[in-house]
């Protein structure tokens, strides 16, 4: 494991085998970029990082895998933007929550990954006023990665999350590709588009695979998934990286995925979520008993 300083900012690194993993632990607990060192030299992107970055509006970059707790997507509380509702309080909620924002405390770092724990903000507190321990924990292997998000209550009553993960692929995988070359693979007995103001409209017969360059796959949420995976291949399913939710007797029964890019980008997010967007609303948030702990991973691999 080394270090470099980067703007600023102490980025740690980890050799793997063929891959390489360059994060920030202490601010936002945020893997910037995974890449695989190729035989004949060349290198492969496989988590995208933008070359050009402006360090000041770091939590906005479009590249990673930004952390989404305690909700990930936007929240609404009968049509209040960023509000959510805890019994008869209406409390603030940014889009995607506040983990991304926040600072993290390094609790364990070895040449396998790390361990963090979210040191929570007055702003994060107005928003999530519990007594609760938030630790994200990175594990890293040769060809896979193991996202491990951990929520453990501290105090006297159940609190609520539906967190998730915002990872930026690289997409096209080479330069000699366009999105139509790609395949996504998504096996859901609910398909939504989300739209504006929260609302989700149901796709019949909007399951997969389909191609990328499908200008519907933006903002599609995929839900009650059949298989807890989603895979990113090319058309003849050749070179897949799979998205999983792994671990624990129930892995796989609360997954959804969201889809996500912007035009003429080098990237597409295929984003694991513990349930659809708007989750306090739409009562599809995970209830954590007092002194209890619930556990969300997931591993990305090439498969």
């Known amino acids: 494991m080394e270090s470099v300083i980067y703007q600023n900012q102490e980025i740690r690194r980890w050799d793997v085998g063929p891959s390489t993993f360059l994060a920030l632990p202490e601010r936002g607990a945020r893997l910037l970029n ?5 035989s004949d030299g060349s290198v492969r992107d496989i988590i995208h990082w933008p070359e050009e970055n402006d360090s000041e509006n770091f939590e906005q970059t479009h590249g990673g895998i930004p952390i989404l707790f305690p909700f990930a997507g936007k929240c ?28 993290f405390r390094v ?19 107005a928003c999530y006023p519990f007594d609760f321990t938030f630790t994200v924990i990175f594990h890293f292997l040769e060809l896979s990665l193991q996202i491990s998000l951990v929520l453990e209550n501290e105090g ?20 000699d590709l366009n999105l139509e070359d790609h395949q996504l693979a998504i096996d859901a007995k609910q398909v939504f588009q989300y739209l504006d103001g929260g609302i989700m409209k149901k796709i ?9 360059e499908n200008p519907d796959l933006i903002n599609r949420v995929y839900y009650e998934l059949k298989k807890p995976m989603a895979e990113i291949s090319l058309l003849n399913q050749e070179e897949p990286v799979r998205i999983s939710e792994v671990g624990g007797s129930a892995s796989g029964s609360r997954l959804s995925f969201v889809t996500w890019t912007q035009n003429n980008t080098p990237y597409y997010c ?3 979520w513990m349930s659809p967007p708007n989750a306090p609303e739409n009562k599809t948030s995970r209830m954590v ?11 990305i691999e090439l498969a």
């Open 34 to 38: 995974w890449h695989i060192n190729m």
């Open 107 to 125: 609790r364990s770092m070895d040449q396998h990954g790390f361990e963090v724990e979210l040191e929570p903000s007055e702003e994060a507190k």
């Open 289 to 299: 008993p007092p002194g209890g702990r619930d556990e969300f991973t997931v591993e």
């Open 270 to 272: 295929v984003e694991p």
């Open 156 to 175: 006297r009553e159940a609190i609520p999350w539906s967190a998730g993960l915002h990872p930026y692929f690289q997409l096209p995988w080479r330069k």
């Open 76 to 103: 609404y509380d009968a049509g209040n933007e960023n509000h959510w509702r805890f019994g008869q309080s209406v409390l603030p909620m940014p889009m995607h929550g506040f983990a991304r924002s926040s600072n």
């Open 204 to 212: 019949p017969g909007g399951s997969s695979p389909c191609t990328m």
